[in-house]
């Protein structure tokens, strides 16, 4: 005997996009039609465990569900001479479910719900079970899933059949990828997601089989998938995929990506950029060895996915390729233009990739000192652990010159805590990107020039110069003149002059006004305007604090006004009362509103949000 | 996770519309990702035994025709509950029967 309601839970899972896709085409509101669905569920739960479960379940919860649907349409809308054909609608089509997933994909929703929903509506999961995969409580996806059925009504897009092909395959291979990033043996819930994004592409593949990309993004995954007992070793560290053991590969996932690739390639079109991600996993996964991978074809492949995907990750990808096609030397050259890729400027990869090249180019203490630079940027420990393992196992012969790294701990152990803290933050990050290991005397100028542009891109020139003015310390001190040559400061342009009350202040509230008002009249610190309390003002002599903080008449006339009848507590009030998790000390609240003390943030948010600038640049003006 | 059902042989004589109930069923499946392989079992077959280093091949059928399986398919679904369902609805179908469900270890 089984359980019934385990039954209707996976009956429920089967079934639940095409009832809620069927529905959609009645009520057109994703939540409404989805509340509807889970009416007839409950009906399911309520009559199977005495009646049995019916021979066709779904058809059995469409009909249930469509009477609910008509009789909720009959109670909105009494005064329309209902159409008793509504209850004869045809059964949901596919190109029910489809419009489903591109509703549940719509742009107007963040990356984040349209995740929720997809998994909500079309894979049936739970909130608990969707939350449990993305390692955030039940409470956020509750609200993010009811929050994007809300938007998605309120901008009545929900009967739409929008062709947005692009974010729904964004999606399912966002889901894929969530789940397929996680390595760990204690992230096992994870790889759910990718058999979930797996099912969405394969159903999407039925829906829309004359896409390309939906068959490139299936054989992708596919052929993804099918390495996913091969990418880990024992103890959990990343295996690089030419050093993974073939034998352990999903055969049958990848004949299904074979497949799906084939599809792709009846479907007609220039290869959008799944079906050429796709291509070159199936060139990986049709060679036998490692070394037998068409090392030439799949650089070809990177070049064409670059044309249309620049990343610097797929540059970085194509690198590897050429490295493998033409020899180490091209690799590398394409590798020193991602340099000053900001993105890139701390991913593990780049060094690694420039580690394994120049090992292979017999440059081993380069090589080395790469590696030990990838191990220091790893997020995941077992990635760390396996990039120093590798530099440790080259044989390179001990350098007795000083490093990078050391040179610049001791230069600022020489120098004051707060001078050091300054600096440490500039040669921190110059140490961490040329590499901690590398000997002092390799450091070139052009090297730290790099680093200064990829590091700080767009900095203002006070900063800027802050960064310039650490380096040329550090290079006195280490006695190395040509790095103090490498950047040089850039010329601070004095702000133009700002206008006295711009004209949106004048419809701000009185608040925000008397503060910025006093602000300008009176000069004086923000700190200290905002800790002003009632009592402290003399407003027969315009000042306060005996007299350390003074004013003029714009905010004469404005303060009666603010004050209102109040006798002591602070000046400046917030709009809301402090919740009872966390109670303002006394002097922050006030005795006569309940109100407490207006916080510096919150004031600097609406000064900024009202008029575009900080409460300390209306200081003095 | 994957199961693997295997079908033993017999139940209704089969007809046009166990035929056509059984592709609907089966396109259902593979388009909604479930079904990743199925085929169809010679019920004969043969052994072979091995003792030392001496091999033995023997020629079936070994068991009554009703005992053999028949047929497989290796679906993946998310739990026990789905394959037991997927289970019913083809039981459904082809009539009354045996059907054997292992789950396929894996990653």
């Given at each position: 005997m089984t359980d019934v309601s385990a039954t209707v839970g996976a009956v429920w899972r089967q079934e639940s996009a095409r009832i809620v896709a069927g529905l959609l085409r009645l009520v057109r509101d994703v939540g409404l039609a989805e509340e509807l669905a889970q009416d007839a569920l409950v009906a399911a739960l309520e009559q199977w465990p005495a009646g049995g479960v019916p021979d066709n379940p779904g058809a059995w919860l469409m009909t249930i569900a469509k009477r609910r649907a008509v009789d909720h349409i009959r109670r909105s809308r009494t005064q329309e001479r209902l159409a008793p054909e509504l209850a004869q609608l045809p059964e949901p089509s596919q190109d029910d479910v489809l419009r489903l997933m591109f509703t549940s994909c719509?742009?107007?929703?963040?990356t984040e719900a349209r995740v929720a929903l997809t998994l909500r509506v079309i894979a049936g999961l739970s909130p608990a079970e969707i939350a449990r995969a993305f390692l955030v409580s039940e409470q956020v996806i509750a609200q993010r899933i009811a929050a994007a059925k809300r938007t998605l009504a309120d901008a009545g897009v929900a009967y739409e059949p929008s062709r947005q092909l692009a974010s729904v395959l964004e999606v399912v291979y966002l889901i894929f990828n969530e789940g397929y990033s996680a390595t760990s043996g204690a992230d096992l819930i994870r790889a759910d997601l990718c058999l979930e994004a797996l099912r969405l592409g394969r159903l999407l593949a039925v829906l829309a089989p004359d896409e390309a990309e939906v068959h490139g993004l299936v054989a992708l995954m596919e052929i993804q998938q099918s390495r996913s007992a091969a990418r880990t070793g024992p103890r959990g560290e990343p295996i690089p995929l030419h050093e993974q053991?073939?034998?352990?590969?999903?055969q049958l996932l990848i004949r299904r990506g074979f497949a799906a690739m084939l599809r792709a390639r009846e479907a007609a079109g220039p290869p959008g950029p799944y079906v050429l991600q796709a291509a070159i996993a199936v060139c990986h996964a049709q060679?036998?060895?490692?070394?037998?991978?068409?090392w030439v074809r799949i650089s070809a492949l990177y070049q064409a996915l670059e044309q249309l995907l620049p990343t610097p990750v797929v540059r970085l990808n194509r690198a590897v390729a050429v490295g493998f096609a033409q020899g180490p030397q091209a690799g590398l050259d394409l590798l020193d233009d991602l340099h000053t890729a900001p993105e890139l400027a701390d991913y593990h990869l780049l060094p690694s990739v420039r580690g394994d090249l120049l090992l292979r180019l017999g440059r081993t203490a380069e090589a080395r000192r790469e590696l030990e630079r990838g191990a220091s940027l790893a997020r995941n420990t077992a990635e760390r652990a396996f990039l120093l393992r590798r530099a440790a196992t080259l044989d390179v012969p001990e350098d007795q010159r000083p490093r990078l790294g050391p040179a610049v701990a001791d230069f600022l152990d020489s120098l004051g805590p707060a001078t050091a803290r300054a600096y440490g933050q500039t040669l921190h990050r110059v140490a961490r990107a040329a590499g901690v290991s590398l000997p002092l005397a390799e450091l070139t100028p052009a090297r730290v020039a790099e680093i200064f542009a990829t590091t700080w891109?767009?900095?203002?020139p006070r900063s800027w110069n802050r960064h310039v003015a650490a380096l040329r310390s550090f290079a006195t001190w280490a006695d190395t003149p040509d790095l103090a040559t490498a950047v040089s400061p850039r010329p601070v342009v004095a702000a133009p002059p700002r206008p006295a009350v711009t004209a949106s202040e004048e419809g701000c509230a009185l608040r925000e006004r008397v503060l910025w008002c006093l602000l300008r009249e009176s000069s004086a610190k923000v700190g200290a305007v905002l800790s002003l309390?009632?009592?402290?003002?003399?407003l027969a002599d315009r000042s306060a604090r005996n007299a350390t903080i003074v004013w003029r008449s714009g905010t004469a006339r404005l303060l009666p006004d603010l004050i209102g009848g109040r006798t002591r507590g602070p000046l400046f009030l917030s709009d809301r009362r402090p919740g009872p998790g966390r109670p303002p000390a006394a002097a922050d609240l006030c005795s006569e509103t309940g109100r407490r003390r207006l916080s510096y943030e919150r004031a600097e948010y609406l000064c900024k949000r009202a008029t575009g600038r900080t409460l300390g640049s209306l200081r003095g003006v | 996770m994957r199961y693997l059902m295997m079908q033993k042989a017999g139940g209704a004589e089969p007809d046009a519309q166990l035929y056509a109930d059984m592709a609907a069923f089966v396109e259902e499946l593979t388009a909604s990702g479930v079904l990743l392989a199925t085929g169809g079992l010679d019920p004969v077959g043969f052994k072979m035994t091995s003792a030392g280093d001496e091999i033995t091949v023997t020629d079936g059928p070994f068991t009554e025709a009703k005992e053999a399986i028949g047929g497989f398919a290796l679906v993946e679904v998310r739990t026990k509950e789905e394959a037991l369902e997927l289970c019913r609805r083809f039981r459904k179908i082809v009539g009354d029967g045996e059907s054997v469900i292992h789950q396929v270890y894996g990653p």
């Open positions: 719509h742009p107007v929703l963040p053991n073939r034998g352990r590969w999903d060679a036998h060895t490692a070394e037998d991978t068409d891109p767009s900095v203002a309390n009632v009592e402290d003002l003399d | -």
